[in-house]
């Protein structure tokens, strides 16, 4: 007589920060398809409600990415809900600071590294308070490897976070792997101002000839997030079609 054996599967929970569009949509479609609890955020409520009527298995808050009481909030709310935190996603940005450093508003980019800087260390910490289980994800971006023109402000932002990740990476280890993306143009709003008047210029600046696709990150994402990157922490892989060599 043959027994029946049945293996309980445990739904794992995610939390991606700017969640409603572009790569941290896909993100969340990705996890959402693999069967994972996934928790998103917006700054706004009429996006997140969008998003959220769209896809029915996403769940999701209106915290600004650069809100340390809204962190803290969310992080412990998923908890509570779920029993488990088990991914952070740190793919919120912003860049209202495009210019010369000599000319742009200092204000705009205090903003730029609030967010893309300040945010992820706030959402990492209030997670690991929480009680993160397993890994971090920082959206960075080849743009903190090599200078450009009119970008200083998000560069230096995202050299910042390429650090921080591996700083991170040797500070939460054993427990918590961290790991980082260096996506080079990516067809999303948050970019579009680097592709949209010339798609072809832009895809040309890349070895593959192409630019990047919101999915082709998230599947990477993915990756480094779950078990099969489980002996991989304080790495920030490139993903950009060619665009360094």
């Not at 007589?1 to 309980?8: D, E, G, K, V, W």
């Not at 910042?160 to 143009?185: C, F, K, W």
Request: net charge neutral; hydrophobic share 40%.
């Amino acid at each position: 007589m043959r027994n029946n054996y049945y293996t309980l599967t445990i739904m794992k929970t995610v939390l991606i920060t700017g969640g409603t569009r572009g790569i941290g949509l896909s993100t969340a479609i990705k996890f959402l398809q693999k069967d994972w609890k996934v928790y998103i955020t917006s700054r706004k409520q009429e996006n997140l409600d969008l998003v959220l009527t769209d896809h029915p298995g996403l769940k999701g808050f209106v915290a600004r990415a650069d809100d340390l009481a809204a962190a803290s909030e969310t992080c412990i709310k998923i908890k509570d809900e779920t029993g488990s935190l088990d991914v952070l996603i740190n793919n919120a940005g912003t860049n209202p600071s495009g210019g010369s450093l000599m000319d742009v508003e200092l204000s705009a980019v205090q903003k730029t590294w609030d967010v893309n800087l300040m945010g992820p260390l706030m959402w990492t910490r209030e997670a690991v308070k929480a009680g993160l289980s397993e890994s971090v994800l920082n959206v960075c971006s080849v743009g903190g490897i090599r200078p450009s023109q009119y970008m200083g402000a998000y560069n230096i932002s995202k050299a910042g976070l390429i650090y921080m990740t591996r700083q991170l990476a040797m500070e939460l280890a054993p427990d918590i792997r961290v790991n980082g993306i260096a996506p080079a143009i990516v067809k999303t709003k948050l970019s579009e101002m680097l592709w949209v008047n010339d798609e072809k210029g832009s895809a040309d600046l890349h070895a593959l000839k192409k630019l990047g696709e919101p999915e082709d990150i998230a599947s990477l994402i993915y990756f480094l997030s779950g078990k099969d990157a489980s002996w991989i922490t304080g790495e920030v892989v490139t993903i950009d079609g060619g665009f360094l060599l």
